[in-house]
């Protein structure tokens, strides 16, 4: 018999339930982006902290619960280590957002308008992971004009110092989320919840975490 019970709490991209010790950073994220529900003027979000933070299951866990309250709401969760230039970071974030994309070549301009069109008539939200990566980030001027709600992830918060002025000021309001390492107690807490749920009885004591 396997000491498995259940495989999904192991999986790196897991969601859980609950981000354990992350409840208030996510309700600073969340009523950022709330009035953007009602099509109000929304606050765009940087959230910073150094890696293992939780940033990006935290991010993934807000979409994932946008999705099951809000179904109206479109959403889209790009990582910037796979699409790092204009054409793939759009084309990425076109087909998240679910737009029926012609096979063969499409240029990054018809990418955008195809965007911007599709945020006429939906209300959308965005998380652009690892945006330290992104080649281009004049990109994300666009966004404002289309009325997009835009979550950021990066390392520090210096990021935003060295944008351009014309282009941080486009990103504003901006609220800025720092997200702390976790705690080393935080930490087994979380790996004993998973371990629980992923594993049979018996098969893993306190001590051993």
């Known amino acids: 018999m396997s000491i498995i019970r259940d495989p999904q709490y192991l999986d790196e991209n897991f969601i859980p339930e609950k981000m354990w010790f992350r409840n208030e950073h996510l309700k600073v994220v969340a009523k950022a982006i709330e009035p953007k529900l009602s099509n109000s003027r929304h606050k765009n979000v940087l959230i910073h902290g150094a890696s293992g933070a939780g940033k990006t299951s935290s991010s993934k866990y807000l979409l994932h619960d946008l999705k099951q309250h809000e179904p109206q709401i479109r959403t889209a969760y790009i990582d910037c280590w796979k699409h790092w230039t204009r054409f793939t970071l759009l084309k990425a974030i076109a087909e998240e957002l679910g737009l029926n994309l012609i096979q063969g070549k499409i240029a990054s301009n018809e990418l955008l308008f195809k965007i911007e069109n599709f945020a006429k008539r939906y209300q959308c939200v965005l998380v652009i992971d690892e945006i330290d990566q992104l080649k281009d980030r004049w990109i994300l001027y ?60 018996g098969v893993l004591n306190r001590d051993q975490i």
Do not use: C, G, M
């Open 142 to 201: 666009f966004f404002r004009d289309f009325n997009i709600a835009v979550v950021l992830i990066a390392a520090s918060e210096s990021l935003i110092f060295h944008l351009d002025d014309k282009l941080r000021s486009r990103l504003e309001p901006l609220e800025r989320v720092h997200f702390p390492t976790y705690r080393s107690d935080e930490i087994q807490s979380i790996v004993e919840i998973r371990a629980h749920k992923a594993l049979r009885p």
